[in-house]
């Protein structure tokens, strides 16, 4: 700060941030900035609306092109495919101020820019990536990711969506199900098995005859992010539309550690939220004539949760360190992305209890968060799935089957 009191630096008061380790000395002024930015916009744009949307189950779907104008879709990605052009850090902390709002908001951004942009960017023809990488960096463009089906969900290898070939088309067969934006998608990257049974990645565009995506409904989580199928039945699809650049299930698991990645920084902005209520409420709410957050065993739940979010910022942290020298492993990105988003449906668990009663209402964000972390410990990867991926690393034998 200048000694005339105006604000230079997006440095702020660790309190604010509950950044009790100086995770923020760690972070250069770029993404700090990214992170003030964001979270703006997160109290401008979704804050005051998202209780209402996800109430009655509705996506905000007008939030998609501010989400491109933050620089939300693809931020690592380079600028002239539509990404932001930043390091992993700044997209894990975009992820992390998103999820602070909700969890189904960074999942409109994770879908779109580690999910479709990425696999468009990384497997992609020159012509794919012109043709849909700026419009799917602006919003203009709505994508989403085809991989789970009916029968396969954690075993995606065994997917029955299958083409068959016709001149310079593609016949597509099969179903996805449980994919987020489908139903308002104008694109999605589908994960299909070519007449040799190896996995590719198609380009599906909404016209298409013969391609459906129908809205899933009764979600109890997650309720403010759209999900739906996506429905193949004789889809002729031209065959430029295939990604050249990969086959075999590397192509899908490539685009889910990307996510994954920013699932790990996510889930803290939803455990800071969280911690951030209770903490206000326990300050505030008086009983047996002293503030709640007096109680010794209101003071162990606080102290346990900031405890948890700090070693979870601290794993990010380094996983971001690690993939921006491109040496981030998938299995580290599973130890991360299980562990942090359990430590903040623990958070959310706790902050529920300090609020009492009025945490099970919707003047607090908890129940939501809550609802939708129940999501996010299941997609991407089961919280199980992730600990099997771990326990493989630590053991060298698969428990998978
Ligand atoms: C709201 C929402 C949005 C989603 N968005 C997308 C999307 O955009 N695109 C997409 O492709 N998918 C998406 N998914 C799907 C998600 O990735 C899957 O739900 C997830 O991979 C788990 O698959 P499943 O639901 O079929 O569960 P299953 O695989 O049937 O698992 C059920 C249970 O069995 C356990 N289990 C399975 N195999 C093993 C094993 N070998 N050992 C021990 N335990 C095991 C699991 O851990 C889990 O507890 C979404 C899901 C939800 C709920």
């Known amino acids: 700060m200048h000694d005339n009191g105006t604000v230079t630096t997006a440095r702020v008061d660790k309190f604010q941030?509950?950044?009790h380790y100086d995770v923020d000395g760690l972070l250069s002024e770029d993404h700090l900035l990214a992170r003030a930015a964001v979270r703006d916009w997160v109290k401008k744009e979704v804050t005051p609306i998202i209780e209402d949307y996800s109430e009655r189950a509705?996506?905000?779907?007008?939030?998609?092109?501010?989400?491109?104008?933050?620089?939300?879709?693809?931020?690592s990605l380079p600028t002239e495919y539509g990404g932001g052009g930043m390091d992993e850090i700044a997209y894990g902390i975009i992820m992390q101020e998103l999820e602070r709002g909700d969890s189904g908001i960074r999942s409109m951004a994770s879908v779109q820019g580690s999910l479709v942009m990425y696999p468009i960017y990384r497997f992609g023809s020159e012509e794919q990536k012109r043709k849909y990488l700026p419009k799917l960096g602006t919003g203009e463009y709505i994508g989403c990711f085809g991989l789970t089906e009916p029968d396969h969900g954690s075993n995606p290898s065994g997917m029955?969506?299958?083409?068959?070939?016709?001149?310079?088309?593609?016949?597509l067969n099969g179903s996805k199900m449980w994919i987020t934006n489908?139903?308002?998608?104008?694109?999605?990257?589908?994960?299909?098995?070519?007449?040799?049974?190896?996995i590719r990645g198609v380009i599906v565009e909404k016209d298409t005859p013969g391609f459906s995506?129908?809205?899933i409904h009764g979600k109890l989580s997650l309720r403010a992010s759209i999900t739906g199928e996506l429905v193949f039945e004789d889809c002729r699809v031209p065959k430029a539309n295939i990604l050249p650049e990969v086959a075999g299930l590397k192509g899908p698991l490539?685009?889910?550690?990307?996510?994954r990645y920013g699932i790990a920084w996510g889930a803290i902005g939803a455990a800071l939220d969280c911690y951030d209520s209770a903490l206000r409420y326990s300050k505030e709410r008086i009983q047996f004539d002293k503030p709640i957050a007096g109680f010794q065993l209101t003071q162990k739940k606080l102290a346990e949760m900031i405890t948890e979010i700090t070693k979870a910022q601290l794993l990010a942290w380094r996983l971001?360190?690690?993939?921006n020298e491109g040496k981030a492993s998938p299995a580290q990105i599973s130890m991360a992305k299980r562990n942090n988003v359990h430590m903040a449906l623990v958070c959310a668990r706790e902050a529920r209890q300090i609020h009492g009663g009025m945490g099970i209402t919707n003047e607090y964000p908890?129940?939501?968060?809550?609802?939708?972390l129940e999501t996010v410990l299941t997609y991407e990867g089961t919280h199980d799935i992730h600990l099997l991926i771990t326990g493989m690393e630590v053991t060298g034998i698969n428990a998978f089957k």
């Open 213 to 215: 995506a129908p809205a």
């Open 320 to 323: 971001g360190a690690l993939a």
């Open 58 to 75: 509705e996506c905000p779907t007008h939030l998609f092109k501010g989400l491109g104008e933050i620089g939300a879709y693809g931020p």
């Open 160 to 171: 029955l969506t299958h083409y068959k070939e016709d001149g310079d088309h593609i016949i």
């Open 254 to 259: 490539s685009c889910l550690s990307k996510a």
């Open 182 to 198: 489908s139903p308002v998608a104008d694109l999605a990257v589908v994960w299909a098995k070519d007449p040799e049974g190896k």
């Open 17 to 19: 941030y509950h950044d």
């Open 366 to 372: 908890i129940m939501r968060h809550m609802m939708n």
